[in-house]
């Protein structure tokens, strides 16, 4: 199993459709907290921008969070145009096996992005 990142980057907006292309992913399940929005809970326009343009590239973007606050993420993922799903209950594999097939996509073409190893980063099957 691995538990440790495969890129420690400082702002998803540096996630670039050539670094995703590269590791052959096609989709991605993002955190919101401290992810996607900030500890103010303000989502900046280059996020947005920057979920508008991976998905113009064909990625498939899904937000995954384990907070209770719905209406927080349910604003982000509008926002965003993506679907989303809150009690997650990360790590456990019940929400991210649930969001691989609304993804339609192989786990080694999904990236899971987050700012918690022990939570968001963690793969849900063994390698
Ligand atoms: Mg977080």
Known sequence: ???????YLE?????TIEFLQKNKIKALI???DNTLIDCNRNLSNKVV????NLKQQGVKLYILSN???????EE???????GYQNLAKKPFKSG???VEKILKEKPENIGVVGDQIFTD??????L
């Not at 199993?1 to 890129?7: C, E, F, H, V």
């Open 49 to 52: 921008e920057w979920a508008k």
């Open 121 to 126: 980063v963690i793969r849900w099957k063994s």
């Open 96 to 98: 991210f096996l649930k």
């Open 1 to 7: 199993m691995i538990l440790y990142p495969k890129a």
């Open 11 to 15: 702002k998803v907006e540096q996630i």
């Open 30 to 32: 993002l955190d919101v």
């Open 67 to 73: 907070t209770n606050h719905k209406d927080k993420v």
């Open 76 to 82: 982000v993922a509008k926002a965003l145009d993506i």
